[in-house]
Every structure is written in C-alpha cells, then in structure tokens.
C-alpha cells in the first residue's frame, strides 16, 4: 500500500493540483499561481488540444476494432490449427517484447519514403503510384502509426487469448463436435461465449493502452506532419510541459486524459458486469 501510495497517488494527486495552477516546470513551484480551471477553459478552446483528442479517438477506435479480433484469430490458430506451438507462440511474440525505441526506428526505416523497404518493394513490382512518403502525408501517417501499434500491441493480447482457450474445458469441444457442430458453429456458440471475461479484459486494457500512446507517436512523427496530423494527447502534454514550458497547462491535459480513460474503463466494466449477469 505504501509503494501504491509513493508511485501511483502521489504523482497523480500532484498532477491535479498542478493542473490548477499555472507553473512554468523550470520555477519554484511555490511560485506559481492558482488559476482554478482555467487551463481546462483553455483547452476547450485549443485547436491543437482538439485536434489531438480526435487523433486518439480515431486511433483508439481502429485499435478497439482490431486487436481483440485479431488476437483471438492468432490465438485460436496457435491453439488448434499450428504445429510446433512453442515454436510459432514464441515467433508471434517476438514484437511485444522488442524494445518499443527499437521497433519504432525499425519502422521508421521500412515506411520511409526514399529508401524504406515498403516503398522500394513496391517500384520492384512496377506499383511506383503508390509508392508514397507513408510517414510524411497527412493522409498515411496516422494510419501509418496505428498499423505499427497494432503490430506491436496484437501479441500481448494474443498470450491472454491463448490462456483464456486453454481454460475452456475439453468437454465441452467435445460435446459439440458429437452433437455435430462444425468447427464455425463451435467458435461462435462454445468458444467465445466462454471466453466472454477474457475478451473484456482486453477490451479495457487496449482501451488503457490507446490513451497511453506516446513513444511510438514521438519517435515515428513527433506529432506532424502537416497541422498535427498525428499529435495524441500525451505528446501534446509532454510537449506543453517541457518544450513550451506550461507544465501547469500540460497537467490539466494529463488530468483530463486520466477522467477519459476512467470514464471509458468504468463503463466498459459496467457493460461486462451486466453481461456476466445475464
């Protein structure tokens, strides 16, 4: 309780009250005014704060929408239809548990527009018209880092997957197969019925995860191109409290990204709780 107090509640009940003050970061902080809510009147009227929240919620959406399903997928082809499972369970995971600095300059290098693989494989088989600055268009970009955060995010989920499979009771597979289930009938009427918690797990750490989004937007994008065409919340943030010396303003964006993720998570909960009752 202690160590939860020191490394959890102490940062963030400093950052809320920071948050109400407007504190440069590089002075005393008994220096600085109380201001009440003016730094959250002032993100209402933020158009780089906007635009941010639409970036996360566009990201997060993509995310919420494609790492459940396609870490069952993994997880179900790795639990049924794949031989050497350790093998190939090991190989799946290898991006989760890349260094996210590594994996990020990796990508850089495969998406860049003059030398990067993606591009030079394309003018290879004569697709030259596509071959675009996929980081450096505002159309691609965003899309460019949620598809690199999927890649890097699917294998987590895809090990909670596989543990929820494998606590599904043999029996009950094999009961459906003499009623003659087909293997379809199975997944949909056995399989993820019963992995229903596992499955809302997921859903709210992806959730956690999408507002947590910061070192692969920094290092791929830093935030551009174009008018912030991929600048999250917590970039924004960090840029506010350290390079434009708002710390004050920076943690009341920090204070208002954890109600959203507080929000979002407590409603989900609530969604799961209803289901598991019914």
Known sequence: MIIYTIFWAVPILSTLSFSFTNWSGITAFSKADFVGLKNFRQMAHDPIFIQSLKNNFQYGI????????????????????????????????????????????????ILNAQYGLVNTFLKAVGLEQFAIGWLSNVDTALWAVTFVSIWK????????????LQQIPVEYKEAA???????????????????????????TLVIIDVFRVFELVYIMTEGGPGYYSTEMLLTYMYKSSFSSYMAGYGSAIATTTILIVLVITALNLKFSSRSEED
């Open 62 to 109: 993509v995310m919420v929408i494609a790492v459940p399903p396609l870490s069952f997928f993994i997880a179900y082809l790795l639990d049924t239809h794949i031989p050497f499972k350790k093998f190939f369970g090991f190989l799946a995971y290898i991006p989760a548990i890349l260094p996210t600095v590594v994996v990020m300059l990796l990508w850089r290098w």
């Open 177 to 203: 197969i003499i009623d003659g289930a087909n293997e379809w009938q199975r997944i949909i009427h056995i399989i993820i019925p019963s992995m229903r918690s596992v499955f809302y797990t997921i859903f």
């Open 153 to 164: 995010t699917v294998p987590t989920y895809t090990i909670l997957a596989l543990a929820g």
